[in-house]
């Protein structure tokens, strides 16, 4: 079965800091894609970025990106000049033709 | 375009009752998935529909069950609620079929239903 890890439960950032949360998943599959979805507190889940497993350049969507490394299964999301809006929890997905799964998530503190 | 709706919002139910959740994927998008999240549990995986038709099922039992309809809105049904079943059921709407046009099959979420058992 796919597994989704992330094994930081909870990252704090400076305010204009950069920060990256870890993740790595385990899959037998060739065809994916990988994304971050953010959850502010007692808000709607909502898509950071996503990445195709096909494609080797990493995804980029304004201060978001995401360092992903296929061999390794890893898919690392690296926020820049973090915001107070940022402050969230942050979920590493997979999904494929038959499966959808998530990491158990990272909390992320923004401190001002 | 309108996002994805969920009613009820909140629900408080008894142990052994029965509840139907509803969900309104985003206008043309014809899969919808659903999810249960709690602090223990994290987000686990329920069901997907795609026109009308169940595509895939995770790990649950048989008192949860799906459908869908041809307007692709989804109810998800949950009988004999016992203690554990409250959590945040989260519905997720995508718009590709994805063997046939291998676009991304990014699903965008509801904002859930909060269900209480006591």
């Known amino acids: 079965a796919q597994t989704v890890t992330q094994s930081q439960p909870e990252m704090s950032v400076q305010e204009a800091e950069t920060v990256t949360l870890s993740c790595t998943y385990d899959t037998s599959e060739s065809d994916y894609y990988l994304f971050w979805y953010k959850q502010p507190p007692s808000r709607q889940m909502i898509l950071v970025i996503r990445q195709e497993a096909y494609k080797q350049q990493n995804a980029t969507e304004n201060r978001f990106s995401v360092n992903f490394q296929k061999a390794a299964k890893s898919f690392s999301l690296k926020i820049s000049d973090s915001q107070l809006g940022d402050a969230a929890m942050y979920f590493c997905a997979y999904k494929s033709v038959n499966d959808m799964r998530f990491g158990a998530g990272t909390r992320l503190t923004v401190k001002p | 375009k309108a996002g994805v709706t969920q009613t009820p919002r909140y629900l408080i139910k008894t142990r052994g009752q029965q509840v139907t959740l509803s969900c309104s994927p985003i206008s043309g998008h014809r899969s919808v998935s659903w999810y249960q999240q709690t602090p223990g549990q994290g987000l686990q995986f329920l069901f997907e529909y795609f026109s009308e038709t169940q595509r895939n099922k995770g790990n649950f039992p048989g008192r949860f069950s799906g459908r869908q309809f041809s307007n692709s809105r989804s109810e998800m049904n949950v009988s004999t609620l016992e203690l554990g079943d409250s959590a945040l059921y989260l519905c997720?709407?995508?718009?590709?079929?994805?063997?046939?046009?291998?676009?991304?099959?990014?699903?965008?979420f509801g904002p859930g239903t909060r269900l209480t058992v006591l």
């Open positions: 997720a709407s995508s718009g590709e079929d994805w063997r046939v046009s291998r676009y991304t099959d990014t699903q965008y």
